[in-house]
T-cell receptor, first 114, second 118 residues
Framework: DGGITQSPKYLFRKEGQNVTLSCEQNLNHDAMYWYRQDPGQGLRLIYYSQIVNDFQKGDIAEGYSVSREKKESFPLTVTSAQKNPTAFYLC?????????????FGPGTRLTVL | AQKITQTQPGMFVQEKEAVTLDCTYDTSDPSYGLFWYKQPSSGEMIFLIYQGSYDQQNATEGRYSLNFQKARKSANLVISASQLGDSAMYFCAMREHYNAGNNRKLIWGLGTSLGVNP
């Protein structure tokens, strides 16, 4: 079955630690995205990538980093510079990132900073 | 300024009845797309329906239809014959095709929580 997987489902981090959230897709999609969701809010874009070895900052990129070395994978690192990292993180992909194609989402990772 | 407005934070509907979830948007882009997603308590975002700004017909997907009123800048989601499994958060989102340049981001509303009563 094609889809997007994210791991882990729940992640706990101590203050000052970097953590990496995994996102893998086998849909052969070119574009991938990372969103953050806080309670009572919509999704906010952290980073997106339209093609391998290329990515752009979204609206809230500070304190985050990404890489796109393979088409299937788009890991997100939450660094210690992110002031308030506790949130629900969603990874998505789309065929090409052009106008009408929908984004498909993974199940999400809930990050809690202790 | 809020580009996507969902005015109903929460609502309830009786099972088997139809329900309309409101979404208004603001854009100067002549070309844009509108999306509705469902987010159950598990957290995953599920794509429901898409409407392009130039589409002549209102989009339909099974029990979901989109009441697109371009002049009013509204894109309301209609769910017919509600089921218990429809209980979830529903998000409206928009992508601008020209204003955003190469930025492919979706602009999201704050969502509407729908509860279906048996």
């Amino acid at each position: 079955d094609g889809g997007i997987t994210q791991s882990p489902k729940y992640l706990f981090r101590k203050e000052g630690q970097n953590v990496t959230l995994s996102c893998e897709q086998n849909l052969n999609h070119d574009a991938m995205y990372w969103y953050r969701q806080d309670p009572g809010q919509g999704l906010r874009l952290i980073y997106y990538s339209q093609i391998v070895n290329d990515f752009q900052k979204g609206d809230i990129a500070e304190g985050y980093s990404v890489s796109r070395e393979k088409k299937e994978s788009f890991p997100l690192t939450v660094t210690s510079a992110q002031k308030n990292p506790t949130a629900f993180y969603l990874c998505a992909s789309s065929i090409s990132g052009s106008g009408g194609d929908e984004q498909f989402f993974g199940p999400g990772t809930r990050l809690t900073v202790l | 300024a809020q580009k996507i407005t969902q005015t109903q934070p929460g609502m309830f509907v009786q099972e088997k009845e139809a329900v309309t979830l409101d979404c208004t948007y603001d854009t100067s882009d002549p070309s844009y797309g509108l999306f509705w997603y469902k987010q159950p308590s598990s957290g995953e975002m599920i794509f429901l329906i898409y409407q392009g700004s130039y589409d002549q017909q209102n989009a339909t997907e099974g029990r979901y239809s989109l009441n697109f009123q371009k002049a009013r800048k509204s894109a309301n989601l209609v769910i017919s014959a509600s089921q218990l499994g429809d209980s979830a958060m529903y998000f409206c989102a928009m992508r601008e095709h020209y204003n955003a340049g190469n930025n492919r981001k979706l602009i999201w509303g704050l969502g509407t929580s729908l509860g279906v009563n048996p």
